[in-house]
């Protein structure tokens, strides 16, 4: 998941920093506030984003294995890493939930 910050006008600034709750986000900052692009923002301002789509990705490396063994190795190993995929994905959009309602 991405953790980012959004500006008065509606920008977002990803951190580069990786947290999976913001007591995380706070001992890696050593703080509460925190500096980008010369504005101070508190670490409750931080929200979460899922980072990408594991069910394509799954499904396209798993249909790329399976190709090795025809049609029918082709359609089992996309099935299946769709479905290996689309388990990380529900586990990123869970996290970035826990993040998104967590309050410090």
């Known amino acids: ?3 980012y910050v959004t500006d008065i006008e509606g920008r977002k600034h ?3 920093t990786i947290a999976k709750s913001r ?3 706070y001992r890696q900052l ?18 979460a984003e899922k980072d990408t789509d594991q069910t394509s ?5 798993g249909g790329a294995v399976g190709a090795f063994a025809g049609i029918p ?3 089992a190993g996309a099935a299946i890493g769709g ?3 689309y388990q990380d994905d529900k ?4 996290q970035v939930n826990l993040f998104n309602t967590e309050i410090l």
């Open 57 to 61: 990705l799954g499904a396209v490396i």
């Open 83 to 85: 479905a290996l995929g």
């Open 23 to 25: 007591g995380e986000l």
């Open 73 to 75: 190795g082709f359609l």
């Open 30 to 47: 050593g703080g509460s506030n925190f500096q980008v692009g010369g504005v101070i923002y508190n670490i409750n301002q931080v929200k």
């Open 91 to 94: 586990k990123e959009i869970e």
């Open 1 to 3: 998941m991405k953790l």
């Open 14 to 16: 990803y951190l580069k």
